[in-house]
Structures are given as structure tokens and as C-alpha cells.
């Protein structure tokens, strides 16, 4: 059974930073298309990064330069650094997992942003 448990969400100022971890099991963080998505209150889920292939990354405009994706593959464990926070950060972040032709995602974890 594949289990993604997202954690490190939490309230910070702007300027501030946090790292999002998501554990895995059942899966793989090393052979199967990993990535981070957000969705805040009234908007649609969004991509933020993906980690891919030997080490490939692709992230959303709006935190390329801000966060870093990666994982550990002996801890199995899939990270996104998020640097210089902003208010339209603030989003419940899910964690997903790509392996064909199943697709599957963390129960999220909160981030709030303040002014």
C-alpha cells in the first residue's frame, strides 16, 4: 500500500522560510515522478515543482529561485525548501506520486503566510 504523509507546514512571516518533507512508502521517491502541488482557498490545485529522471526539475514560475525540491532516497523521502515566503504562498501543499498508471497524493499540509 502507497502512503505519502506530508509534514513542516506552519505559520511564518514574510521573508521567512520552511521545508516541506513528504515520507513515503510502498513507492519509490527515486524511480517514479515525484511533485509538489498547492491549492489555496478558491483556487484550482497548482503544480510548484517536480523532481524527475536522475535529477531533473521543473517549477512553477512563481517560486523558481524561491523553492528547491529533492528528495533522499535512502530515507525515502521527498523535501521541498521554501525560501523568502509570501503571502500568496499560503496553500495546503500535497505531496504526489506518479508511477502508471497510478497517481497518488498526500493528505497536505497547511502554510500560511502573513504580512
Known amino acids: 500500500q502507497v502512503q505519502l504523509v506530508e509534514s513542516g507546514g506552519g505559520l511564518v512571516q514574510a521573508g521567512e522560510s520552511l521545508r516541506l518533507s513528504c515520507a513515503c512508502s510502498?513507492?519509490?521517491?527515486?524511480?517514479?515522478?515525484m511533485a509538489w502541488y498547492r491549492q489555496a482557498p478558491g483556487k484550482q490545485r497548482e503544480l510548484v515543482a517536480r523532481?524527475?529522471?536522475?535529477?531533473?526539475?521543473n517549477y512553477a514560475g512563481s517560486v523558481r529561485g524561491r523553492f528547491t525540491i529533492s528528495r533522499d532516497n535512502a530515507k525515502n523521502t521527498l523535501y521541498l525548501q521554501m525560501n523568502s515566503l509570501k503571502p500568496e504562498d499560503t496553500a495546503v501543499y500535497y505531496c504526489?506520486?506518479?508511477?502508471?498508471?497510478?497517481?497518488?497524493w498526500g493528505q497536505g499540509t497547511q502554510v500560511t503566510v502573513s504580512s
Open positions: 504526489n506520486a506518479v508511477a502508471r498508471p497510478n497517481d497518488y
Open positions: 510502498g513507492i519509490r521517491v527515486s524511480a517514479n515522478f
Open positions: 523532481l524527475f529522471g536522475e535529477d531533473t526539475t
